[in-house]
Nanobody, 125 residues
Framework: QVQLVESGGGLVQAGGSLRLSCEAS????????MGWFRQAPGKEREFVAA????????YYANSVEGRFTISRDNAKNTVDLQMNSLKVEDTAVYYC??????????????????WGQGTQVTVSS
């Protein structure tokens, strides 16, 4: 069992930066693959970034590649999402998720078993 709590969301102007953090509790965090997803009003949830259990593999959505960076610290049970050069279209509720990729896709929400409650990111023009 893994419990996830996101923090770090807020209001920022376009071009600015935010750093989201997801703190996990539970003994299985160090073996969990992690992902960040987001959902804007009226839109489907979409993949943002993912990192495997060791931090050795990362994946990014095309829309955030080069602007966002996912990282994890297994000693602190945290996974972070550094978001730079934010755009208005990045506005959404951001969710942290944990699971085991195995043979499943890292960019699909159904791969993940545990989800946080979400944190709001609002980018103003």
């Amino acid at each position: 069992q893994v419990q996830l709590v996101e923090s770090g969301g807020g209001l920022v102007q376009a071009g600015g930066s935010l750093r989201l953090s997801c703190e996990a509790s539970g003994r299985t965090f160090t073996s969990a693959d992690m992902g960040w997803f987001r959902q804007a009003p009226g839109k489907e949830r979409e993949f943002v970034a993912a990192i495997n259990w060791s931090g050795g593999s990362t994946y990014y959505a095309n829309s955030v590649e080069g602007r966002f960076t996912i990282s994890r610290d297994n000693a602190k049970n945290t996974v972070d999402l550094q978001m730079n050069s934010l755009k208005v279209e990045d506005t959404a509720v951001y969710y942290c998720a944990a699971g085991r990729w195995g043979w499943k896709s890292a960019i699909v929400g159904s791969t993940y078993d545990y989800w946080g409650q979400g944190t709001q990111v609002t980018v103003s023009s």
